[in-house]
């Protein structure tokens, strides 16, 4: 595989930015080098993967119904190298499908398996990430991609439910190399656990009203894991003094130094950029200078014979971490010079940042008409949306941003509507906006397969 980092800057005096105002988009991209697998296979890395799903009361019928489906269909697109275990959670968890390859007379167990579920009481979803989390890494399979993707329609009920709680497991299984996704089923969610989950496993958040969706969602999730080419992926930033102020607008863990900034992004899969988003000022507005370097660092994942290098599931998880990290630790970079072009800037730059910069401080101002709302705040919430509504009207009339470009993006009217329409309406549109809110400023658009596009 190989690292790709581009760097898009541009002024946007359109806004009412100084000539000592910038912006830098970096896209991190990656792709593999390699050779295939076989005739027909594209070259990817093993696959180590656990669906935990939600098996209380409330999912009994169709819903349940939908997640086996789901699941199913997972399973019928393994290849040799892959490993997928099924946990179900209800008062307790338990492992329904271990880990293992699923040859003809695999494939045949696991189907039966999942024919025998049904739901219980109670939704233990602690236990359920747990058992999940450990499966995928008791499993010694080389340079895999290991992954949790939890499904619930629920709050959890027994075991551990205070949000902080689960949420240190989840960063902890991420320490020990395992990302999180969570896909919430239904109006019984809660879209706060969802996204503090989320962002502990640095996965994505998906929400769906209707169960009708989940196989697609599922099925992207495993397509997304399919096409990474390197984990732990960081962008180093580093700044000359002519910077006189730097911020990151989208919401990953930075670090930052004296005249530095470490940029946690993750993940980043085969041709699918993830984006950083920099606001700059500068000591003055001579073009054509130098601001720095960036570097782009992260785990190579790279493509593998496909077998076990021991038969993993059943031992803990201490007694084989050495040889998980011996395996997955080889790394990769791209390195780019930062450059301010004379003028605004090339017009495929200005467009690509002032499309990611509106769709960021649009993200700021309804969240923050959200927040108004939970304070019983009307005024603050009419002013953060009135704001959203003056952006897009300045960045489409500008000729900075096309309408059609903002198909992807919350319509704010209809956010208003829901703010102060009846509970159930106003808490439908809050899921909505907490899935799209977590999983665009963390730029995952476009990292997962679907209907949405940039």
């Given at each position: 595989m190989s690292?790709?980092?581009?760097?898009?800057a541009?002024?946007l005096?359109e806004?009412?930015?100084?000539?000592?105002d910038?912006?830098?988009l970096?896209?991190?991209?990656?792709r593999?080098?390699?050779?295939?697998?076989g005739?027909?296979?594209e070259?990817?890395?093993p696959?180590?993967?656990?669906?935990?799903?939600?098996a209380?009361?409330?999912?009994?019928?169709?819903?349940?119904?939908?997640?086996?489906q789901?699941?199913?269909?997972v399973l019928?697109?393994?290849?040799?190298?892959?490993?997928v275990?099924?946990i179900?959670?209800d008062?307790d968890a338990r492992?329904?499908?271990?880990?293992?390859?699923?040859d003809?007379?695999?494939a045949e167990?696991?189907?039966r398996?999942?024919?025998?579920?049904?739901?219980g009481?109670?939704?233990?979803?602690g236990?359920?990430w747990?058992?999940?989390s450990e499966?995928v890494l008791?499993?010694?399979?080389p340079n895999?991609?290991?992954?949790?993707l939890?499904?619930?329609?629920?709050?959890?009920?027994?075991?551990?439910?205070?949000?902080?709680a689960?949420?240190?497991?989840?960063?902890?299984?991420?320490a020990?190399?395992?990302?999180?996704?969570?896909?919430?089923?239904g109006?019984?969610?809660?879209?706060?656990?969802?996204?503090?989950l989320?962002?502990?496993?640095?996965?994505?958040f998906h929400?769906l009203?209707?169960?009708?969706?989940?196989a697609?969602?599922v099925?992207?999730?495993?397509?997304?894991?399919?096409?990474?080419v390197?984990?732990?992926?960081?962008?180093?930033?580093?700044?000359?003094p002519r910077?006189?102020?730097?911020?990151?607008?989208?919401r990953y863990?930075?670090k930052?130094?004296?005249?530095?900034l470490?940029v946690?992004?993750?993940?980043?899969a085969?041709d699918?950029?993830r984006?950083?988003?920099?606001s700059?000022?500068?000591?003055?507005g001579?073009?054509?200078a130098?601001?720095?370097?960036a570097?782009?660092r992260?785990?190579?994942?790279?493509?593998?014979?496909?077998?076990?290098?021991?038969?993993?599931?059943?031992?803990d998880?201490?007694?084989?971490?050495a040889?998980?990290?011996e395996?997955d630790?080889?790394e990769?970079s791209?390195?780019?010079?930062?450059?301010?072009?004379?003028?605004?800037g090339?017009?495929v730059?200005?467009?690509r940042?002032?499309?990611e910069?509106?769709?960021?401080?649009?993200l700021a101002?309804?969240?923050a008409?959200?927040?108004?709302l939970?304070?019983?705040?009307?005024?603050?919430?009419?002013?953060?949306?009135?704001?959203?509504?003056?952006l897009r009207?300045?960045?489409?009339e500008r000729?900075?941003?096309?309408d059609d470009?903002?198909?992807?993006?919350p319509n704010?009217?209809?956010v208003?509507r829901?703010?102060?329409?009846?509970?159930d309406?106003?808490?439908?549109?809050?899921?909505r906006?907490?899935?799209?809110?977590?999983?665009?400023q963390?730029?995952f658009?476009?990292?997962?397969?679907?209907?949405?596009k940039r």
């Amino acid at each position: 595989m190989s690292l790709g980092l581009v760097c898009h800057a541009a002024r946007l005096p359109e806004l009412g930015a100084g000539e000592r105002d910038a912006f830098l988009l970096f896209d991190v991209n990656g792709r593999w080098t390699g050779p295939a697998y076989g005739p027909g296979t594209e070259a990817r890395a093993p696959l180590c993967l656990a669906i935990a799903i939600d098996a209380s009361s409330s999912m009994r019928g169709g819903r349940f119904a939908l997640a086996l489906q789901a699941t199913r269909n997972v399973l019928a697109s393994l290849g040799p190298q892959d490993r997928v275990a099924v946990i179900t959670f209800d008062r307790d968890a338990r492992v329904a499908v271990p880990p293992a390859p699923f040859d003809a007379a695999g494939a045949e167990t696991a189907r039966r398996a999942l024919d025998r579920l049904t739901t219980g009481i109670g939704t233990n979803l602690g236990a359920g990430w747990r058992e999940a989390s450990e499966a995928v890494l008791r499993v010694v399979l080389p340079n895999a991609v290991r992954r949790v993707l939890l499904l619930t329609d629920g709050y959890p009920s027994r075991g551990e439910t205070q949000r902080d709680a689960l949420r240190a497991r989840v960063m902890e299984g991420h320490a020990r190399g395992v990302e999180t996704s969570i896909v919430g089923l239904g109006d019984g969610i809660d879209d706060g656990l969802c996204v503090a989950l989320a962002e502990a496993g640095e996965g994505r958040f998906h929400y769906l009203r209707e169960e009708s969706a989940l196989a697609e969602i599922v099925t992207a999730e495993v397509e997304g894991a399919r096409a990474l080419v390197a984990t732990d992926v960081s962008l180093d930033v580093q700044l000359t003094p002519r910077v006189d102020r730097a911020e990151v607008l989208h919401r990953y863990p930075c670090k930052p130094g004296d005249r530095s900034l470490d940029v946690r992004i993750g993940s980043v899969a085969r041709d699918a950029a993830r984006s950083v988003l920099l606001s700059v000022s500068l000591k003055d507005g001579t073009p054509d200078a130098m601001l720095g370097f960036a570097t782009a660092r992260g785990r190579a994942v790279r493509p593998a014979a496909g077998k076990a290098t021991a038969p993993g599931y059943g031992h803990d998880y201490a007694n084989v971490k050495a040889s998980i990290a011996e395996l997955d630790d080889l790394e990769d970079s791209a390195r780019v010079t930062l450059l301010l072009p004379p003028g605004v800037g090339p017009e495929v730059s200005r467009r690509r940042v002032a499309l990611e910069l509106l769709v960021q401080r649009t993200l700021a101002e309804v969240r923050a008409a959200w927040d108004g709302l939970d304070r019983g705040d009307r005024d603050a919430v009419t002013r953060r949306l009135e704001r959203a509504r003056g952006l897009r009207r300045l960045f489409t009339e500008r000729g900075l941003v096309r309408d059609d470009e903002l198909l992807h993006m919350p319509n704010v009217d209809a956010v208003e509507r829901a703010m102060f329409s009846a509970s159930d309406e106003s808490k439908e549109a809050r899921r909505r906006f907490s899935s799209w809110a977590h999983n665009t400023q963390l730029s995952f658009i476009g990292v997962i397969p679907g209907p949405r596009k940039r």
